[in-house]
């Protein structure tokens, strides 16, 4: 049996300000979009139908590009379902990490899915296709050619530059067999290698193999999945690219979004004139100046758009309703509200992706064991282990009565006179008192950690194998360890406990 336990996101102290405030519906400064609740969907699906969507060329593109790959019927029906009017689509984005990068990206394809089954049980008389847009034109080689396996770091070793979706798969064959010499040979590991290889080895570049892994993964649920790399899709964005490009036409209103974001809240991205990288051959080259309208309209797929660019593009060619992303990803889209105004572009629901912390249940037990819940280890390992001292020691360890007695024998002091500069020292001497007590303190927990050195040494190995390199496993573990350790039914109970709409962090313990 799996346990399952929901904490709201603030006590994991892992999320910003801003995403606790969209949460909690804090809409004070007037900046958000309407809430992710399921009855605002109705009202984002009236705004939705009146803006005009290419459904056929839309179609058309996904048919294409999905042509040479393992579509699931599912699949297929959902991408011929976008010719109806009824149809919408809720879409998540992401980079081609390799063998699918940290566990997040699957979280974010599970909580597209999930809201998606969810709408089309509150409205039925419509449809919901989930659909992953893959990010195809970055061209960030080294925060997408490694995964994290079991605590080790495997890195594809690759010279290629430009867009990461166009480069070949030269090299990879060494890390399959490294995978395979982690993993073994029962038939679970069978399994994931046989995927592995039917995806990277045999696909031309690494867009075609991130297709195929995800459409093996995922297309039983629906879905559907889009290249933004495309000729036919990017003419339809010619007019934007021209208005950025060659008027810098969204520098003002994306400026002024940022401005009233950051009254209150950090920014995620620097705000730019131009928002267009030129795509050539092994290149990918911010646009600064010197471009001719000939060009876009001769070339349009050669212009990349930045990160702010790409949500209107995508929110240009798809009918769609709800981005699903993490922290960031709302952050920076909340930098574009004005822009999705003046070009009269529905701007969609932003819907946080699911987080999960994995737990087996033998590190649950220690933790119980400990003394802890499992809420406690979000807190830093310094903080876990001082309450375990305090709390276990035989002796009171704090000092606080202390500390508030002296503050009441200088306070009684200082009321004895009326001179400033013998109140002064008065208080100078409280300050210099109170720092011997604070390290007095220090001295007596390091010597009752040295009486638990064991129990300390497993609050230590437990804070690094749930949070390696002090961050959400999330953000660092690949799937692949996962997938190994418990089969198709990680992604399935994945998928069971799952809530895009829940505020709520995740914590399973397997």
């Known amino acids: 049996m799996i346990d399952f336990q929901n904490i709201p996101y603030s006590d994991t102290n892992s999320f910003s300000e801003f995403i606790l405030d969209y949460l909690n519906g804090d809409s004070k400064e007037n900046i958000y979009c309407k809430s992710p609740k399921i009855q605002e969907f109705e009202k984002q699906i009236f705004e939705k139908s009146d803006h005009y969507i290419d459904r056929k060329l839309l179609v058309d593109v996904l048919y294409s590009q999905n042509q040479n790959f393992n579509l699931s019927k599912k699949s297929s029906d959902n991408i011929q379902s976008l010719n109806q009017e009824s149809s919408f689509t809720v879409t998540t984005g992401h980079q081609l990490c390799l063998f699918t990068g940290p566990l997040y990206f699957i979280y974010k394809i599970i909580s597209t899915i999930n809201l998606c089954e969810q709408l089309n049980y509150k409205y039925n008389s419509k449809k919901f296709v989930p659909v992953y847009w893959m990010a195809s034109e970055d061209h960030d080689f080294n925060e997408i050619n490694h995964i994290n396996l079991f605590g080790k770091k495997i890195i594809w070793d690759s010279k290629q530059n430009g867009a990461v979706g166009k480069m070949n798969l030269d090299g990879l064959e060494k890390l399959v067999l490294e995978i395979k010499s982690v993993l073994g040979d029962d038939d679970r590991s069978l399994k994931l290698i046989n995927l592995i290889q039917s995806s990277y080895l045999n696909s031309k570049n690494l867009a075609d193999a991130t297709r195929s892994f995800v459409l093996d993964l995922f297309g039983k649920f629906g879905l559907v999945v889009i290249d933004g790399d495309s000729l036919d899709l990017k003419k339809r964005f010619i007019p934007l690219i021209k208005k950025d490009v060659l008027q810098k036409g969204f520098f003002d209103a994306i400026k002024k979004s940022t401005a009233d974001f950051t009254r209150k809240y ?21 646009i600064t100046e010197g471009i001719l309208e000939r060009e876009i309209d001769i070339s349009p797929h050669k212009f990349s758009p930045n990160v702010f660019l790409r949500p209107l593009y995508q929110e240009l060619i798809l009918p769609n309703i709800a981005y699903v992303g993490g922290g960031a990803e709302l952050t920076y889209w909340m930098q574009l509200k004005l822009a999705f105004i003046q070009e009269k572009i ?18 649950s037990q220690k933790i119980h064991r400990l003394g802890f819940d499992m809420r406690d280890f979000f807190q830093s390992e310094e903080a ?14 704090s000092v606080d009565n202390e500390i508030k007695n002296l503050n009441l024998i ?30 007095l303190h220090k001295k007596l927990v390091r010597f009752e950690k040295k009486q638990n050195e064991t129990s300390l040494g497993q609050i230590t190995n437990l804070k690094k194998s749930l949070f390696p390199d002090k961050i959400l496993q999330e953000r660092h573990n690949n799937f692949i360890e996962y997938y190994f350790k418990y089969g198709d039914n990680f992604i399935e109970t994945l998928k069971e406990k799952f809530d895009p709409l829940n505020p709520n962090f995740v914590i399973l313990t397997f």
Do not use: G, W
């Not at 920014?267 to 267009?276: L, T």
């Not at 009321?415 to 500069?421: I, L, R, V």
């Open 266 to 286: 950090k920014q995620q991205a620097f705000v730019r004139d131009i928002n267009f990288f030129k795509l050539s051959k092994n290149k990918r080259e911010r």
């Open 346 to 363: 529905p701007f969609p629901i932003l819907v946080l992706r699911n987080s999960a912390l994995i737990v087996t249940k033998k590190q």
């Open 384 to 397: 876990i282990k001082k309450r375990f001292i305090i709390s276990n020691s035989k002796k009171k360890l």
């Open 410 to 439: 200088y306070k009684n002091l200082k009321d004895k006179t009326d001179d400033e500069s013998m109140r002064s020292s008065i208080n100078s001497l409280l300050h210099k008192h109170i720092i011997s007590i604070e390290e």
